[in-house]
């Protein structure tokens, strides 16, 4: 709304160290209700019912009317949990019918989060979890990739992954690990052409046929390897899960770079 105040250009609005996750301060909170201003200005009482419907909250019949709406909408931003914060966001991108306005609401919404560290974007009217630079361009990657009909299961399970890691206040570590690397063999399965061979048969048979560069297929076996040496996620757990985010998010990496990988490779058999 306003890219280059003062402030802005020399730094000095405070911020927090490193991104926010279960956290949205004050100012995040006041600066989406202004944006809701901008987009629904003539439609603020509709757009309290579907916020109260959506976040569950009781309806203030004494605000809902159309001169108190606004008043009700602004108290349940500043007012709500964090998680309930990015429901709304939802919520918003949603009540917009136009594709345009869409796409204006998301680059304000976005750039509000962006400034306020806060660790989330909106994507498609889905607010997912930012993770490095790295991931999120190989997971973007991936994903048009798998758009192809053929992957459809592969592609599934990546998403599956995602969501595994976005979830919210507890990541599902386990199965984010369990299905990025079941998304890396859907996209062997298709590429050998057999819907049940295993991932360890898959890349040994194309690194003995000169797909695959030794010893570049130990790489690929080791993480397949890590998600059947693993409790709680190839097998059952008994006690303390030894996975924590920052290997659910380097398999999930990994798995972007090797069903990027595979698929080109693929694509240059074929084109030979």
Same mark, same amino acid.
């Given at each position: 709304?306003?890219?280059?105040?003062?402030?802005?250009?020399?730094?000095?609005?405070? &911020?927090?160290?490193?991104?926010?996750?279960?956290?949205?301060?004050?100012?995040?909170?006041?600066?989406? =209700? =202004?944006?809701?201003?901008?987009?629904?200005?003539?439609?603020?009482?509709?757009?309290? +019912?579907?916020?109260?419907?959506?976040?569950? &909250?009781? %309806?203030?019949?004494?605000?809902?009317?159309?001169?108190?709406?606004?008043?009700?909408?602004?108290?349940?931003?500043?007012?709500?949990?964090?998680? +309930?914060?990015?429901?709304?966001?939802?919520?918003?991108?949603?009540?917009?019918?136009?594709?345009?306005?869409?796409?204006?609401?998301?680059?304000?919404?976005?750039? %509000?989060?962006?400034?306020?560290?806060?660790?989330?974007?909106?994507?498609?009217?889905?607010?997912?979890?930012?993770?490095?630079?790295?991931?999120?361009?190989?997971?973007?990657? /991936?994903?048009?990739?798998?758009?192809?009909?053929?992957?459809?299961?592969?592609?599934?399970?990546?998403?599956?992954?995602?969501?595994?890691?976005? &979830?919210?206040?507890?990541?599902?570590?386990?199965?984010?690990?369990?299905?990025?690397?079941?998304? !890396?063999?859907?996209?062997?399965?298709? !590429?050998?052409?057999?819907?049940? /061979?295993? %991932?360890?048969?898959?890349?040994?048979?194309?690194?003995?046929?000169?797909?695959?560069?030794?010893?570049?297929?130990?790489?690929?076996?080791?993480?397949?390897?890590?998600?059947?040496?693993?409790?709680?996620?190839? =097998?059952?757990?008994?006690?303390?899960?030894?996975?924590?985010?920052?290997?659910?998010?380097?398999?999930?990496?990994?798995? /972007?770079? &090797? !069903?990027?990988?595979?698929?080109?490779?693929? +694509?240059?058999? +074929?084109? !030979?």
């Amino acid at each position: 709304m306003f890219p280059d105040l003062f402030s802005k250009r020399y730094g000095l609005r405070p &911020t927090s160290e490193g991104l926010m996750y279960e956290e949205v301060p004050q100012p995040a909170r006041v600066g989406l =209700h =202004h944006i809701v201003g901008l987009f629904f200005k003539d439609k603020y009482l509709d757009l309290y +019912q579907l916020l109260c419907i959506a976040l569950r &909250t009781p %309806l203030d019949r004494g605000r809902a009317n159309i001169y108190l709406a606004p008043v009700a909408v602004e108290k349940l931003i500043i007012d709500c949990q964090w998680w +309930q914060f990015y429901d709304i966001c939802e919520v918003l991108w949603q009540g917009l019918e136009y594709k345009r306005d869409r796409d204006n609401l998301s680059t304000e919404i976005n750039t %509000l989060l962006r400034e306020e560290r806060l660790g989330f974007d909106l994507r498609d009217g889905k607010v997912e979890k930012i993770g490095s630079a790295f991931i999120d361009t190989r997971a973007k990657e /991936a994903r048009y990739l798998l758009k192809e009909p053929e992957f459809e299961g592969a592609d599934k399970h990546f998403e599956k992954a995602l969501k595994a890691l976005n &979830t919210r206040p507890n990541p599902d570590v386990e199965n984010c690990v369990k299905d990025a690397i079941s998304a !890396i063999e859907s996209v062997g399965r298709i !590429i050998v052409d057999d819907d049940k /061979a295993l %991932l360890s048969k898959i890349i040994k048979d194309m690194a003995n046929n000169g797909l695959i560069p030794k010893p570049l297929d130990e790489a690929i076996q080791k993480i397949y390897a890590y998600r059947g040496d693993q409790p709680g996620v190839a =097998h059952g757990l008994v006690g303390t899960s030894k996975v924590t985010i920052d290997e659910a998010e380097f398999v999930l990496a990994i798995s /972007a770079a &090797t !069903i990027i990988y595979l698929v080109k490779k693929r +694509q240059n058999v +074929q084109s !030979i």
